[in-house]
Structures are given as structure tokens and as C-alpha cells.
């Protein structure tokens, strides 16, 4: 295990000779470096591995001089038949490759069904949910995780194993701070019991006690405010990795952070207050088309939006004004509000014919009556704003619903509520102490009531640890089935090829990703990290150049159009652009370079930087694209680097195929999940955000979380020590005991506002809308910006100085090769538009605001949000409605088919809307039958469905 370890200590001292190396798109005319031979060439002794049994049957000859290279070819296959397990299997002529095509056509034929109405508008946002958690079902079916009685054993234990690890961080927080509380407690007690039976010590023992207390106020509060956020948040996005490494053999391929919209491109999740605004407007307009009861009038509704629209027109005036050249959230708000002016102006086309017709409403045909053809287009570009704005609705719930964390949430519930009986416990301790006057002797009440307060932790502590685990895996199933139901309602669904209309087998390998590929892709972050920071590197260097010079402060960009500032945000934005158009950013550093004159020592380390980052781009594309032989013949990674590649994917073969267990192949993987933490941790963006979203729990309602609690019990506990030790120890003091008694009502009052902070879903949409936006606004951090100091004691916070300075001093990569000495540019301060502090501070008072009637409605139960699930019956609830005028015996074959569907409950309330009410789902009394010009649907039809529902906030 010592050489196992020794192999990981990959830092600069260790490995001079892994430095930034030439590259050529030929790689048989790159030259040759002994420190980036390929892992098969270089490596003195093979890999021990286990014997490959499921997909490929690699060969044990690792005792010859090819054996690393043996095994790298069959890992390459196994690799290859992973990405095509599932064409495989549906072209399979097997029994189960039938049962699996009767699967995939029930699934097809549903999601054809409801894109084809979600297209039309005419799917209620209920319905796409029932059809799309039908759906989801369906996938999970398919790819083996869930058959017709629910989850597979082998889901439910990948699934706890995920579970146990994800909630490692919290349990291990909560189980210092109450060993804390109960040490000091416990101890407390004895002290107070043996100042009773022996007084001539009691001054001693009295200032042993309050010693002791000064001591477990400061190590709580350290606890609590670094462990618990800084720790635990950077610890966050260990356990994160970890989980998918964990995870169950096909995961579903979508993430929380973005979907596939209507067109087809991926998308940030929508923006539920901007959605839920722009539904209000568009809901008004349709009823007042649909002269529904008690809609607004045209014309006022007319008066209103032109009002709105010059309100929204002076804010676009008044920020560009400000930001001539917007960055970053300017950016994204002058967007949003740009995208909100379109929205009226189509919503005003849409009612200045109503409004000049509404008294026009007769027709000379009789009983049926028509719209002119000049409102056809506007009301239709109407609807199809209700539809898009429904649809984005029904996937922000959906997304929601992927972050519930309900069983999960239901132990922090508890927890609360034994926190709220420890500090009522604390209460009557207290009232007793001040009704009681410090008598002499033993007091049992105090007694008692410090011991049932110890019990009451002890409970606490045991009850979470044990349970958490397999809650956490519940969850984890619950997000499984929600995440494939997003897929079930996006157009990342859709199984059929675009060139003939048939189902495509490759479509279903791309929904899923398997133990394999999620290493390459981790693998991928880290090569990702690197270019990162070869590319601060660049920018030091032009920076440090422009410094000495002071000549030149912006260059063109290389379309022409704009010039680009030569600052840190200024040249990675352009960066950016460039790469997510798929160009390379050779042209413009080295345009840039010519244009401010560097010398030439500089010219050739930003030329070895580029080199390098070109290299990183091949290795990224052949990980992407799972060709682990061509990583090792290109010479595209360290040999340290493959060594690891290879191990963690040998690791993967024992968990997933069935393997012996080997040692080493295990601290690989661990190396890797490593990588991929760091890739967040050592970015503030990443950082910053899981550290918010743990802070934000923490201090809910500054006084509510479960940190608070202790933070209350540690600050209580010093201010009465303190003025107990300032009235002299062997004092009575009245003031210490109401220090007390207010500690013991704040304690008990806390967990009660702040006991469903703990669901998550809350907490984890902030986080993620902030990462959406922030990727969108374009808002960027440079490498090693993170807020603790490099290591892997995530527990144990040092916080970063250059960090709190904004100074880029750190061109450390994660994994090698490493930037050449000569190639380190001087240090250099940057601009940051990231303010941790602001959103921790959302994250504490947004979730669940502290004076809102929803704290009374909710504080003794979850809140009424629907995690995801499975549907016991999908075919039935798929299966097309039937004609009305079916004979009576269809009609009774049919009910006994499908199950009566579930009223509705609170549960089952869209978590895309704060609402305690259902969707209203085309409510109201129909008006006379009027068709439109065209068309044998009335305007009631057209409206039906397409998010006629009402949006309460």
C-alpha cells in the first residue's frame, strides 16, 4: 500500500520532468520526451488487476513486458461494449431483447403522444406530470433498475451505498457538536454534583466549570461556523463524486443543472420567478380572449401592459446607461428584460383586436361565430407563449422534484424537534434555578434535567446516524425516477431518428451512462482544470507585460468587432467564446502577443502553455469518446495519470462485473474521485456555492438551522460564564441564570422556525439557479481560487489568503504534467464577480422566509412538495383516451384496467410554484361556441390545456 501511495505524490519536486511537451496533430512526428512516454512504455512493473469476467475477457498476462498494454486494449473494449450495451440488446433476437423492444415501444409511443400535444398545447401541466412520471418509469424498466413491483434489490443497495455516502458530512458535523454539547453537559453535572456533596471545593469545582465552558463555547463555535460550513461545504463535493462512482451500473444521463429544451440545444433550468411572471401576463391575456368570468376588461388589461412595457423600457435604458458594455449578471438581467419587453409587445398585438372588436361580437352565420382573420396570428403566438411558459414550468418542477430531499428531510425534522426538547429541557432547567435561589444541597431537579437533556442528545446523535444512510438511498432512488421522467418530457426523450422517423437503438446508450465512461468523464474535469490554469498562466504573462510596459490596455477580438480589455475577466470571457464556438485561442493570444511587443523567453512559454492546453484538447475528445488506446499511443497523459485512468477503471470491472477486489486498483479510484472533487474545490464558483448551500441550512433564519442551536448554546454559554466569572465564582449571580433562561428559550424557539429547512429542495434550487446564472451571466474564478488552502483535510478549514486578496500566486495543476518553473508567470491580482457572503446570506433567508404564514402551516410536517416515483400501472396511465361512444363492455374493460386515479393532495402540488393549492386545470364555465377562422376549435380549445392552469405565488 506504501508504493500504492507513493505513486499519488505527484507534485513538482517529485516529477521534474513532466512539463508542458510539443504538440502535433501527427502524433508520429512529435517528438520524443521521456516524461510523457506512453504508460505502457514507461511503466517498470504492471498493474495487478482482477480477472474481467462480464463484458470483455481481458487476459491475466501481466508478468511480460506487454501485459499493461494487454490490459489497456481490453479495458478499450470494455469501454466500446459499455457504449453499445443497449442497441445490443434491443437488435438482440433473445426473449429479453423482445420483452425489452415491447418496453421501448410503449415508451415511444407515450412520449410520441405527448410531444405531439405539448407541440399542440393541448396537455395540461397535471397530466404531463402523471405522463411523465409514466414514462420515467417505463426508462428505469428498460435499462434494469426497476421492474413491475417496483425498485430492484441491486438498485436499493447501489442506492444506499450512495446514500451512506453522501450524508457522510452531515452526520459527522452533527456528531461533533453534540459530543461537544453532551462532554459539556455530562461534565457540567458531575461538577455541579460534587460542588454539592463537598462545598469546602466548591469554589474550585464552580471555576473548573466555567473554565471548561469558555473552552466548549470557542470549540463549538469554531465547529459550527468552519467545520460545519467551509468544512463540510468543501467535504460536499467529495461525497458528490463519490456517489457517482457508486452508483447504480446505468445511471440516467441528465443533469440537474440544465435540460434539453424544445429545440433541441441544452438549456439552463428556467428561472421559476421570471416563468411565473411571464405566465401571469399571458394567463390574464387568454382569459380575457376567452371572456372568461371575471377576467380584466381589454382595455384595462391593454392599459396596464403599455404601462408595464414603458416601465420595463426605461430599466433597459437606465442599465445601459450604466453598463455601456455589459458583463457578467448586468448581462444576463439586460437579456431577461429584453426577452420581457418581446413578451408584452406580442401580448399587446394580440389584444388591440379585442379590444377594437369587443363590442363585435355577433355573427351572421347564427350559432357559431368566428374571429377575423387579422387576430389569427397574434392569439396563436399567444398560445404558443402560453405553451413554451407551461412547458418550462412543468420542467423547473420537475427539477425541483429531482432535489427533494424527503426522507432525508424527515431526519433533520426530527432532529429538530429533539433539539427543541433539549433547549426546553434548558428552559426548565433554567426557570428551576432562578425559582430556587441557589438552595444548598442537592438539587434533583437540575440533576434530572441535565440528564434528560443528555439523553435527549445521545437519542438524537444515534437516531440520525443510523438512519440517515438508508433515507438518503430512498432519495436516491426518488431522484433516479425523477431524472428519467425529465427525460420523458424533453426532447432529449425522443428515441427516433431524424432522417426516417424510426426508433434509433443508439439513442437509448445515450440517455444512460455506465461505471466507465462516468471515470473518463471525471478524468475529463480534471484535463479541463488543467487547461484552466495554462490558460491563467497566458494571462499572467500578458498581464506581468502590460504592467512593465503600460502602453497598451486592450487588443481586437478576432472577428473584428469589439476590443477586448487586457484584464483577467476581459481575456478569459474571450477565451470562453472561442472555446464554445470550437476554435482554438492560438490565433488571438498569439495576434495579442505580436501587438504589445513581449519578449522573446515570454513568446516561448506561452507558446509551451498553448502546446499543452492543444494536448488537453486531444486527451478531452478521446475521453469523451471512450478510447482509452488512443490516450495511451498518442501520449495524451502522464504515465502517473494513465496509471490511475487504469486502475480506476479495473476498480470499476470488480464493482460492476464481478472481479476480484484488488488494493490498489481501489486507491486508484479513490485518487480519481479526488481529482474530481478538486475541480470544484479549488474554483470559487464551486466552491462558493456548495459552502453557501451548506451555510444557508446551517444558520436558517440566522437562529433557526441546526447550527444555530449550538452556535445559540456556545455564545449563551460564554456570556454566562463570563458574568458569573465577573460577579466572582463564588457568587450567586441573577443575571448569569437569565443569560441562561434566554438561552434555553432562544435553543428551544430556533429549531421550531428552522425545522423544514432540511428538505433541500429549497436550498439545493437556489444553489443551482445561481450556478445557471452565473454560466449564463458568464461569471468567472480562476483556478486554485478556492476558499480553503489546497490539501485534502476538508474538515479542518485553512483558509486561503490569496483568495481573501483576489491574487493569482498558484499555477498548480491537478494532475500532471506540471507548468515548467520557466513557465510560471509573477503574480497577479484579478478581478471576481463572486461574493460567497451574499450567497450564503440568500441561502439563509430565502428558503423559507422567517415571518411568512407558511412557517405556522409547515413547522410539524415536511413540506408539501412530491418527491419523484415510480408509477405502479405506467401503461394505464399512457394508454390514449378511448372514444366516448365505446359499446359497454370496452367501457368496463377499461375501468377494470386502469386504476382509479389518486385524488388530489397537497402532496401533490407542483414544487414549481410556492402555492398550497392544486393547478386549476381549465376551470370556469364555458362560453358560447365561437370558432376560429379556419379551424373547427373555439378559442376555449385553444386555450385548453396550454397552461390554462392558474399560477398562485
Known amino acids: 500500500m506504501s508504493i500504492m501511495f507513493d505513486c499519488f505524490k505527484t507534485f513538482r519536486n517529485h516529477q521534474p520532468e513532466h512539463i508542458v511537451v510539443d504538440a502535433f496533430d501527427d502524433a508520429s512526428e512529435a517528438p520524443v520526451d521521456e516524461g510523457m512516454k506512453s504508460a505502457s512504455a514507461r511503466r517498470d512493473r504492471s498493474l495487478p488487476r482482477g480477472n474481467f469476467s462480464t463484458h470483455v475477457d481481458v487476459p491475466s498476462i501481466l508478468g511480460t513486458k506487454d501485459g499493461l498494454r494487454k490490459t489497456i486494449d481490453a479495458l478499450d473494449k470494455a469501454i466500446k461494449a459499455e457504449r453499445s450495451t443497449w442497441q445490443k440488446k434491443y437488435k438482440s433476437k433473445s426473449e429479453s431483447g423482445d420483452a425489452l423492444r415491447k418496453l421501448i415501444g410503449e415508451y415511444d409511443a407515450g412520449y410520441q403522444r405527448l410531444l405531439t400535444e405539448r407541440e399542440a398545447g393541448t396537455v395540461s401541466i397535471d397530466d404531463m406530470e402523471h405522463r411523465a412520471t409514466a414514462l420515467g418509469t417505463l426508462l428505469a424498466r428498460v435499462y434494469g433498475l426497476a421492474n413491475e413491483q417496483g425498485w430492484t434489490d441491486e438498485t436499493k443497495r447501489r442506492c444506499k451505498e450512495m446514500g451512506d455516502a453522501y450524508v457522510y458530512p452531515s452526520v459527522f458535523v452533527n456528531d461533533l457538536s453534540s459530543g461537544l454539547l453532551i462532554a459539556k453537559t455530562l461534565l457540567g453535572l458531575i461538577l455541579d454534583v460534587a460542588a454539592m456533596g463537598s462545598p469546602a471545593h466548591a469554589v474550585a469545582l464552580h471555576g473548573t466549570k466555567i473554565a471548561f465552558n469558555l473552552s466548549y463555547a470557542v470549540l463549538q463555535s469554531f465547529v459550527t461556523c468552519c467545520v460545519s460550513t467551509v468544512g463540510s461545504g468543501t467535504h460536499q463535493s467529495d461525497v458528490y463524486q463519490r456517489t457517482l462512482h457508486l452508483a447504480t451500473e446505468f445511471m440516467p444521463d441528465q443533469p440537474t443543472t440544465s435540460y434539453t429544451n424544445v429545440l433541441g440545444d441544452e438549456a439552463p433550468p428556467p428561472s421559476l420567478p421570471h416563468v411565473k411572471k411571464s405566465l401571469r401576463l399571458v394567463n390574464a391575456v387568454v382569459r380575457t380572449i376567452r371572456k372568461d368570468a371575471g377576467c380584466e376588461s381589454a382595455e384595462n388589461l391593454l392599459q396596464s401592459l403599455q404601462t408595464r412595457r414603458e416601465r420595463v423600457e426605461r430599466a433597459i435604458e437606465e442599465k445601459r446607461r450604466k453598463h455601456p458594455d455589459p458583463a457578467g449578471h448586468q448581462k444576463l438581467e439586460l437579456k431577461r428584460l429584453d426577452e420581457h419587453r418581446g413578451l408584452i409587445e406580442d401580448l399587446l398585438k394580440a389584444l388591440t383586436p379585442v379590444e377594437t372588436n369587443s363590442d363585435d361580437t355577433g355573427s351572421a352565420d347564427g350559432d357559431e361565430d368566428t374571429f377575423e382573420g387579422p387576430r389569427l396570428d397574434p392569439v396563436m403566438l399567444v398560445f404558443r407563449h402560453q405553451a413554451r411558459l407551461s412547458d418550462e414550468l412543468a420542467v423547473a418542477d420537475r427539477l425541483l422534484r429531482a432535489n427533494v430531499q424527503h426522507r432525508v428531510g424527515n431526519g433533520k425534522w426530527w432532529r429538530s424537534m429533539f433539539n427543541m426538547s433539549n433547549g426546553l429541557t434548558s428552559i426548565i432547567k433554567a426557570t428551576h434555578e432562578i425559582a430556587d435561589g441557589h438552595a444548598s444541597g442537592y438539587d434533583f431537579g437540575i440533576i434530572t434535567a441535565g440528564l434528560v437533556s443528555t439523553a435527549l442528545t445521545v437519542t438524537q446523535v444515534l437516531l440520525y446516524r443510523c438512519t440517515q444512510g438508508s433515507?438518503?438511498?430512498?432519495?436516491?432512488?426518488?431522484?433516479?425516477?425523477?431524472?428519467?421522467?425529465?427525460?420523458?418530457?424533453?426532447?432529449?426523450?425522443?428515441?427516433?431518428?431524424?432522417?426516417?422517423?424510426?426508433?434509433?437503438?443508439?439513442?437509448?446508450?445515450?440517455?444512460?451512462?455506465?461505471?466507465?465512461?462516468?471515470?473518463?468523464?471525471?478524468?475529463?474535469?480534471?484535463?479541463?482544470?488543467?487547461?484552466?490554469?495554462?490558460?491563467?498562466?497566458?494571462?499572467?504573462?500578458?498581464?506581468?507585460?502590460?504592467?512593465?510596459?503600460?502602453?497598451?490596455?486592450?487588443?481586437?477580438?478576432?472577428?473584428?468587432?469589439?476590443?477586448?480589455?487586457?484584464?483577467f475577466l476581459g481575456l478569459q470571457r474571450e477565451f470562453n467564446a472561442l472555446i464554445k464556438a470550437k476554435k482554438h485561442i492560438d490565433a488571438f493570444v498569439n495576434a495579442t502577443l505580436e501587438r504589445i511587443r513581449v519578449r522573446d523567453e515570454t513568446e516561448a512559454s506561452v507558446t509551451r502553455l498553448l502546446q499543452q492546453i492543444a494536448i488537453n484538447g486531444r486527451a478531452v475528445k478521446a475521453c469523451k469518446k471512450g478510447?482509452?488506446?488512443?490516450?495511451?499511443?498518442?501520449?495524451?497523459?502522464?504515465?502517473?495519470?494513465?496509471?490511475?485512468?487504469?486502475?480506476?477503471?479495473?476498480?470499476?470491472?470488480?464493482?460492476?462485473?464481478?472481479?476480484?477486489?484488488?488494493?490498489?486498483?481501489?486507491?486508484?479510484?479513490?485518487?480519481?474521485?479526488?481529482?474530481?472533487?478538486?475541480?470544484?474545490?479549488?474554483?470559487?464558483?464551486?466552491?462558493?456555492?456548495?459552502?453557501?448551500?451548506?451555510?444557508?441550512?446551517?444558520?436558517?433564519?440566522?437562529?433557526?438551522?441546526?447550527?444555530?442551536?449550538?452556535?445559540?448554546?456556545?455564545?449563551?454559554?460564554?456570556?454566562?460564564?463570563?458574568?458569573?466569572?465577573?460577579?466572582?465564582?463564588?457568587?450567586?449571580?441573577?443575571?448569569?441564570?437569565?443569560?441562561?433562561?434566554?438561552?434555553?428559550?432562544?435553543?428551544?424557539?430556533?429549531?421550531?422556525?428552522?425545522?423544514?429547512?432540511?428538505?433541500?429542495?429549497?436550498?439545493?434550487?437556489?444553489?443551482?439557479?445561481?450556478?445557471?446564472?452565473?454560466?449564463?451571466?458568464?461569471?468567472?474564478?480562476?483556478?486554485?481560487?478556492?476558499?480553503?488552502?489546497?490539501?485534502?483535510?476538508?474538515?479542518?478549514?485553512?483558509?486561503?489568503?490569496?483568495?481573501?486578496?483576489?491574487?493569482?500566486?498558484?499555477?498548480?495543476?491537478?494532475?500532471?504534467?506540471?507548468?515548467?518553473?520557466?513557465?510560471?508567470?509573477?503574480?497577479?491580482?484579478?478581478?471576481?464577480?463572486?461574493?460567497?457572503?451574499?450567497?450564503?446570506?440568500?441561502?439563509?433567508?430565502?428558503?423559507?422566509?422567517?415571518?411568512?404564514?407558511?412557517?405556522?402551516?409547515?413547522?410539524?410536517?415536511?413540506?408539501?412538495?412530491?418527491?419523484?416515483?415510480?408509477?405502479?400501472?405506467?401503461?394505464?396511465?399512457?394508454?390514449?383516451?378511448?372514444?366516448?361512444?365505446?359499446?359497454?363492455?370496452?367501457?368496463?374493460?377499461?375501468?377494470?384496467?386502469?386504476?382509479?386515479?389518486?385524488?388530489?393532495?397537497?402532496?401533490?402540488?407542483?414544487?414549481?410554484?410556492?402555492?398550497?393549492?392544486?393547478?386549476?386545470?381549465?376551470?370556469g364555465p364555458k362560453a358560447d361556441r365561437r370558432t376560429v377562422k379556419g379551424t373547427d376549435k373555439t378559442s376555449d380549445e385553444y386555450a385548453e390545456g396550454l397552461a390554462a392552469a392558474s399560477i398562485f405565488v
Open 471 to 567: 433515507a438518503s438511498g430512498e432519495d436516491h432512488c426518488a431522484k433516479i425516477a425523477s431524472l428519467f421522467a425529465l427525460i420523458g418530457q424533453t426532447k432529449r426523450g425522443d428515441l427516433r431518428s431524424a432522417r426516417n422517423g424510426r426508433i434509433d437503438p443508439k439513442a437509448l446508450d445515450k440517455l444512460v451512462i455506465g461505471p466507465r465512461m462516468t471515470r473518463m468523464t471525471t478524468l475529463v474535469k480534471g484535463l479541463n482544470f488543467n487547461s484552466a490554469v495554462h490558460m491563467l498562466a497566458i494571462i499572467g504573462h500578458i498581464k506581468c507585460h502590460i504592467k512593465s510596459s503600460a502602453t497598451i490596455s486592450e487588443v481586437r477580438s478576432p472577428d473584428g468587432r469589439r476590443m477586448v480589455p487586457l484584464t
Open 627 to 923: 478510447k482509452l488506446s488512443e490516450l495511451d499511443e498518442d501520449d495524451l497523459l502522464a504515465p502517473e495519470v494513465m496509471e490511475v485512468l487504469v486502475g480506476a477503471l479495473q476498480h470499476a470491472q470488480h464493482l460492476y462485473s464481478g472481479d476480484d477486489y484488488d488494493a490498489y486498483a481501489h486507491g486508484c479510484d479513490e485518487r480519481l474521485i479526488r481529482w474530481g472533487a478538486e475541480t470544484e474545490i479549488r474554483v470559487l464558483t464551486g466552491n462558493g456555492k456548495q459552502i453557501s448551500a451548506k451555510g444557508g441550512p446551517t444558520f436558517s433564519n440566522i437562529f433557526g438551522g441546526n447550527g444555530s442551536f449550538f452556535a445559540i448554546k456556545a455564545l449563551g454559554t460564554a456570556v454566562s460564564s463570563g458574568v458569573q466569572l465577573g460577579a466572582g465564582i463564588d457568587s450567586p449571580s441573577e443575571a448569569s441564570d437569565w443569560i441562561d433562561l434566554a438561552t434555553a428559550v432562544f435553543s428551544c424557539c430556533g429549531p421550531v422556525c428552522g425545522s423544514t429547512s432540511g428538505y433541500a429542495y429549497r436550498t439545493v434550487k437556489l444553489k443551482n439557479e445561481g450556478r445557471a446564472a452565473d454560466k449564463e451571466a458568464d461569471v468567472i474564478a480562476p483556478p486554485n481560487s478556492g476558499i480553503q488552502m489546497q490539501g485534502e483535510h476538508d474538515f479542518m478549514p485553512v483558509f486561503s489568503l490569496s483568495t481573501m486578496r483576489r491574487r493569482a500566486d498558484n499555477f498548480d495543476t491537478l494532475i500532471p504534467p506540471f507548468i515548467a518553473p520557466e513557465d510560471v508567470p509573477p503574480p497577479f491580482d484579478y478581478e471576481c464577480e463572486v461574493s460567497v457572503m451574499r450567497d450564503m446570506w440568500e441561502q439563509m433567508t430565502k428558503p423559507q422566509p422567517l415571518f411568512s404564514s407558511k412557517v405556522l402551516k409547515k413547522w410539524a410536517g415536511p413540506p408539501f412538495r412530491k418527491p419523484g416515483s415510480l408509477d405502479p400501472d405506467p401503461q394505464a396511465t399512457l394508454e390514449p383516451p378511448r372514444s366516448p361512444d365505446l359499446d359497454p363492455q370496452a367501457t368496463s374493460r377499461l375501468a377494470r384496467r386502469r386504476k382509479k386515479p389518486p385524488e388530489m393532495t397537497r402532496g401533490d402540488v407542483s414544487s414549481g410554484s410556492d402555492s398550497e393549492e392544486p393547478y386549476d386545470i381549465g376551470a
